[in-house]
């Protein structure tokens, strides 16, 4: 079957930064796949070039191709591309505060995707946005759809840009950091709305974040960035129950637990490496306690384990 | 819009709207408010002060002065005001495609403005007045070039800024088309400071309007207008001090008003602003 989303070795640079290394990733039908890496590892730069959007931010694929249902975007026109978003690839941005537009109702902004994509008449289109924001669970969604952006709360906003996301009918949501710029308690709630809207119609959908706790609480797989090369992709309950990278174990031991001891909370000592002064070998070397000559001098190419792939010369050593 | 009218809940916004509702309404209604012709002579009665026959009293040709205001600020406040409409309409044009198109039309665009930027407004208007001829479609023209380069600096400012930010990011990545984006998002989220500053515009272009009047080079004799009746009233300052004072106080009251409501308009958009960035 060929994947919704399939990333192929996609390269991508921004002037003469190379930022991501031949990223494979894939996303099928009705999978949750979550993207996990720290601030500039490359996470929104391979939602950017999955949407085709990467023009827009001075940026272009430079190797390896991204196809989605099988149609490779590079050989799409512009106005098949901008098709493509909305009706068939929802996105979620980052920060709901300034998602909305401040001088449109509610309403109006959620109506226009599906009158735009879907070619409602307005007045079914309203009955359409009702219907959504009542799935998303906010009361009295009549009134809220005649509210401006300025009278929502953070939380109430991030349904509507998940609102907008769904009234294309999208096969597939991209979701950038939903939850970063929200309360803790609304974190969760926004999570589970989105998962469980997710699966209810058997959507795809890409789940970009750095809290290793939410890809345990909905993906079906995840794929860990570093330093905008791969480092570890496969089934979430595998990776969780043996991380193969050393990265990737780094960052589960991120997750505070329950019942955890003062004190033993871990955190990965440095910080992601600029993109124009990459160590050598593997990136993420510097910060390796496995780390071996062979590390600091050559690449480790992506080989399989289990369901999934690592690039590490030391995968899995110290489990 | 509701900010228009919160403005007029401010105790100097709502001072400031009811003295600018006089004079518009007496503007328009102007030929069923005045009691005289505006152009009706009358020697004998020459140089009168204010009476109950003639309320502001006449001028030197016995021209009820009460009639020859109401005429005026028709005059007046219509040049302007279309002069301004007319400067924002062309600078939020060329400000829009300059700033969404970038390259040389933007650098074009931003020379033009700069180099016009360095002049003062009545210099312009002056030469141009000059080219194009006295009269008041002249004078009209002349202002609104005079003004267009704030407004074309301002809109592209607005629509620069605006291209940044998230929401147009999201509507793009929803499929929206470049159209939709300039036309639903940018344009109309530029419109609320490029309307204040058009607000705030019009009392200068009233100034402006009576300085050229006050040349003679706004509407001709017999057609009254503010800057017109100074320069007449100009003369005779000792023999018939009303004539130039009354046209004086209207441009000044009517130029203050305008400035008070403009910043009772800024104060009522503000508060929006701070609710909009607050979670």
Same mark, same amino acid.
């Given at each position: 079957m060929t994947a919704l989303l399939d990333l192929a070795s996609v390269s991508v640079s921004i002037g003469s930064a190379?930022?991501?290394?031949s990223i494979s990733l894939r996303v099928d039908r009705g999978q949750i796949v979550g993207l996990v890496g720290e601030s500039g590892s490359g996470k929104s730069l391979t939602a950017m070039a999955a949407m085709g959007l990467l023009p827009l931010i001075?940026?272009?694929? /430079?190797g390896g191709n991204v196809r989605f249902d099988g149609q490779d975007m590079a050989l799409m026109t512009d106005t098949q591309r901008r098709v493509l978003r909305g009706r068939r690839i929802g996105f979620v941005t980052q920060?709901?505060? /300034?998602?909305?537009?401040?001088? &449109?109702r509610i309403g109006e902004q959620v109506d226009v995707v599906s009158r735009l994509?879907?070619?409602?008449p307005q007045a079914a289109a309203r009955v359409r946005t009702l219907d959504l924001l009542t799935q998303l669970r906010i009361p009295d969604a009549a009134s809220v759809a005649e509210?401006?952006?300025? &009278?929502? =709360?953070g939380g109430m906003k991030q349904r509507i840009v998940i609102a907008m996301a769904l009234a294309g009918e999208p096969d597939l949501i991209i979701a950038d950091?939903? /939850? /970063?710029?929200?309360?803790v308690t609304v974190q969760a709630q926004i999570i589970q709305i989105l998962g469980a809207l997710v699966r209810d119609r058997g959507l795809a959908l890409l789940l970009i974040t750095h809290d290793m706790g939410v890809v345990a609480q909905v993906c079906d797989r995840v794929a860990v960035l570093y330093a905008g090369r791969l480092a570890e992709e496969g089934p979430v309950s595998d990776i969780f129950a043996a991380p193969a990278h050393p990265y990737t174990s780094a960052l589960i031991g991120c997750i505070p637990q329950d019942?955890?001891? &003062?004190?033993?909370?871990r955190g990965i000592p440095g910080a992601v490496p600029s993109a124009l002064a990459m160590p050598p070998g593997c990136r993420f070397h510097p910060r390796?306690?496995?780390? =071996?000559d062979l590390c600091r001098t050559v690449v480790p190419a992506p080989e399989s384990c289990g369901q999934g792939t690592v690039a590490c010369h030391h995968a899995g050593v110290i489990a | 819009m509701i900010a228009p009218v919160r403005a007029l809940q401010r105790p100097q916004g709502g001072l400031a709207g009811l003295w600018l509702a006089l004079v518009i309404a007496a503007a328009l209604l102007a030929p069923i408010l005045s009691?005289?012709?505006?152009?009706?002579?009358d020697l004998p009665n020459a140089?009168?002060?204010?009476?109950?026959?003639h309320w502001l009293g006449t001028d030197e040709f016995g021209r009820d002065l009460l009639t020859r205001l109401v005429w005026g600020a028709r005059t007046s406040l219509s040049v302007a005001a279309t002069a301004i409409a007319i400067s924002v309409f062309c600078g939020m044009v060329l400000g829009a495609a300059a700033a969404w198109f970038g390259g040389w039309l933007d650098r074009a665009v931003t020379v033009v403005v700069d180099l016009t930027w360095s002049f003062p407004e009545i210099l312009i208007a002056l030469i141009l007045v000059a080219i194009i001829g006295p009269g008041t479609l002249g004078t009209m023209i002349a202002i609104s070039v005079a003004y267009l380069a704030q407004f074309t600096r301002l809109t592209r400012a607005q629509i620069l800024t605006l291209k940044g930010e998230t929401f147009i990011e999201a509507a793009r990545s929803l499929g929206a088309s470049n159209g939709h984006i300039l036309f639903r998002h940018l344009l109309p989220n530029a419109l609320a400071p490029v309307l204040v500053s058009a607000m705030l515009a019009t009392g200068d272009a009233i100034i402006l309007e009576a300085t050229l009047g006050f040349f003679g080079?706004?509407?001709?004799?017999?057609?009254?207008s503010w800057g017109g009746m100074m320069s007449a009233g100009s003369a005779l300052v000792f023999k018939a001090p009303w004539i130039i004072i009354y046209p004086g106080l209207a441009v000044a009251i009517t130029v203050v008003a305008i400035n008070l409501y403009g910043d009772a308009l800024i104060a009522a958009l503000d508060i929006r602003q701070k609710l909009r960035r607050s979670p």
């Open positions: 190379p930022l991501l290394d001075g940026g272009r694929v /430079t920060n709901p505060m /300034t998602a909305l537009d401040p001088v &449109q994509h879907l070619g409602l509210a401006w952006p300025h &009278q929502l =709360s950091e939903p /939850t /970063t710029a929200l309360d019942g955890m001891a &003062q004190g033993s909370l390796c306690e496995r780390a =071996s | 009691p005289y012709a505006f152009d009706a002579q140089y009168r002060p204010a009476s109950a026959a080079l706004g509407a001709q004799p017999p057609v009254p």
